[in-house]
């Protein structure tokens, strides 16, 4: 198993947010994470990427574990995350956003290159000198991909990764999505657009006020459909 | 995505050379080569030692610039590395003079080259230690834990009777440079000059660097850094430790510059006109250090000819530029030419 999380807890200060989450993620598996605004799906990811402190459970990544370790470690570890809000530098050029933090850490047999990046997203090729902040939503998000993808990770994460975008872009990071998938790319993506997750995900976690409710793969979705709706609030 | 990928990559992919730029640095180094022909010309050769004066001073604040600017990382106790450097040198030529052992060693020298790479040494050396630590902390308590070490420093210096304690020490002839006459003032200028030009050709270099584009990411957000995967204490140590070696560089030239040296460079009210200069002229800009110090050490001159009450005059002006630039006098440059910032 490559991401194993089990009974996760995690506050923030005395309010409790994440009570009960478990999640796997295998090797070159697409796993989805949905949930209504509120049920804790970023804080379940910026718990697993370090970035808060888990009050109880274990996280585990590639057999080891990695819960109380720090955010870059974890990084380190192979996790690329494309947080919410896409979260790009605005001070810095499209190029100096791809190339600052890019990193082979694992001696891929066919690493991520800036080269692989533009072919990937051809709009940031065309945008490479320009401010990152003067971009457009989706390039920012296309942007905090390519630059996730060129710290050459082991497991993708992806948060609200088409969240206030337009349908045409959205279409175009699901196919990205795709694609990496094909590749054999490990991901796991938060989200609640239910139809397309029920395409692209192998595997499906649904969490309900900091628990997981729900897992299941394509076909247990199907049959469950109407209950994961009700749970992601569609 | 189709009509993305299918788009051919439209736009040369190499960065744009900013020609103007590069013209308008050309123009102004040759403005200061000539400064002192102009400045005879013009019967004000005191004019010479002002502009060393400031050259210097950009050096240091240029040194400070590459992590408070860049790196967001307010350092209060600049001033120790400055006057660090300023005491490497009075040392070593204390000792060439008298020809007393330092630490049981015959070390002693009045050489440029030996007594400037020692002053950038010792000052990195200090800087690499008091990094280490006051990096370990952020926000108001790093700005608070810089203005403790350098504190620290000053107080030593005071106490430190061997070598003038408070009074300092007096360097009675400038540091000798093989084939040049040091002690002539426009020599002294244009070694002075040189030196700033080659520093500030390192800083651009560092700054252009992933190095120094790491450094503008951990301003912005050295939380985001980290999850994507990038150890931000290093970066921020070496960083320290460059701007610590350029403030020693700084410290070693004014010494040379004033023939004098005393705790007065170490104290914190040195660090506060480096900050200063930089936030004046535009933290995170390259030249921006150097226009905050050529403007601060210009009207401090110029009010000072005019009135002993010129701080009462220079606070407000120097308020206003600051409310009213955004960006400092580099955002002013930048609104003025219709370009972008930095």
């Not at chain 1, 490479?128 to 991909?145: D, F, H, K, V």
Request: aromatic residues 8%; positive net charge.
């Amino acid at each position: 198993m490559m991401l194993d999380v089990q009974g996760l807890q995690a506050a923030y200060g005395a309010s409790q947010v994440l009570f009960d989450i478990s999640l796997q993620v295998g090797e070159g598996e697409c796993v989805s994470l949905m949930g209504r605004n509120g049920m804790g799906k970023t804080t379940t990811i910026r718990t697993v990427m370090g970035l808060l402190e888990a009050k109880a459970g274990g996280i585990a990544f590639l057999g080891q574990p990695i819960t109380g370790l720090a955010p870059e470690a974890i990084a380190r570890r192979g996790i690329g995350l494309v947080p919410e809000g896409r979260q790009i530098f605005s001070t810095l050029t499209v190029r100096e956003n791809l190339v600052a933090t890019s990193a082979d850490r694992r001696n891929s047999a066919k690493p991520w290159t800036l080269q692989r990046v533009f072919d990937l997203f051809p709009r940031l090729h065309e945008r490479q000198q320009q401010w990152a902040r003067t971009l457009s939503g989706g390039e920012q998000q296309m942007l905090a991909i390519g630059r996730a993808l060129l710290t050459n990770p082991r497991l993708m994460i992806l948060d609200e990764a088409t969240e206030g975008l337009a349908p045409v872009i959205r279409a175009e990071i699901w196919k990205c999505l795709e694609t990496l998938k094909a590749e054999g790319q490990s991901i796991l993506v938060v989200d609640k657009n239910v139809s397309v997750l029920r395409r692209l995900a192998d595997r499906h976690v649904v969490i309900e006020k900091g628990r997981t409710v729900w897992s299941g793969d394509g076909a247990a979705l199907d049959r469950d459909l109407e209950k994961v709706h009700t749970y992601v609030g569609l | 995505m189709a009509d993305i990928q299918n788009t051919v990559h439209k736009v040369a992919p190499a960065k744009p050379k900013n020609v103007r730029s590069h013209l308008l640095i050309a123009q102004l180094i040759v403005l200061l080569a000539v400064l002192p022909y102009l400045a005879n010309l013009f019967g004000q050769p005191a004019l010479v030692s002002l502009a060393t004066r400031i050259i210097i001073l950009a050096i240091a604040a240029a040194s400070l610039n590459l992590i408070m600017g860049y790196a967001g990382l307010a350092s209060f106790g600049h001033a120790a590395w400055y006057g660090l450097g300023g005491y490497v040198v009075g040392i070593l030529y204390r000792h060439s003079v008298t020809g007393d052992p330092l630490f049981g060693l015959p070390i002693g020298s009045d050489q440029m080259l030996i007594t400037v790479p020692a002053a950038i040494l010792i000052a990195g050396l200090f800087a690499a230690i008091f990094g280490s630590l006051s990096l370990r902390t952020s926000g108001v308590q790093f700005i608070m834990i810089t203005l403790a070490f350098a504190q620290m420093i000053f107080f030593f210096f005071v106490a430190l009777k061997a070598y003038g304690g408070d009074d300092g020490l007096i360097i009675r002839r400038r540091n000798a440079l093989p084939g040049l006459d040091t002690r002539d003032a426009m020599v002294w200028y244009w070694i002075c000059l040189g030196v700033a030009i080659l520093w500030y050709a390192l800083l651009s270099r560092i700054v252009a660097s992933r190095f120094g584009r790491i450094l503008v990411g951990v301003r912005q957000s050295e939380r985001r850094m980290a999850a994507m995967g990038v150890r931000t204490y290093p970066y921020k140590l070496v960083a320290f430790v460059i701007a610590g070696m350029g403030g020693g560089l700084a410290g070693a030239l004014m010494a040379n510059h004033m023939r004098f040296v005393s705790p007065d460079m170490l104290h914190w009210t040195q660090s506060g006109e480096f900050m200063f200069m930089v936030i004046l002229g535009g933290a995170g800009t390259l030249l921006g250090p150097a226009f905050g110090a050529a403007v601060l050490i210009g009207l401090e001159t110029v009010l000072a000819a005019w009135t002993e009450h010129w701080q009462v005059i220079l606070g407000p002006i120097l308020v206003l530029a600051i409310l009213f630039t955004r960006g400092g006098l580099s955002g002013l440059v930048r609104l003025v030419r219709g370009g972008r910032d930095d």
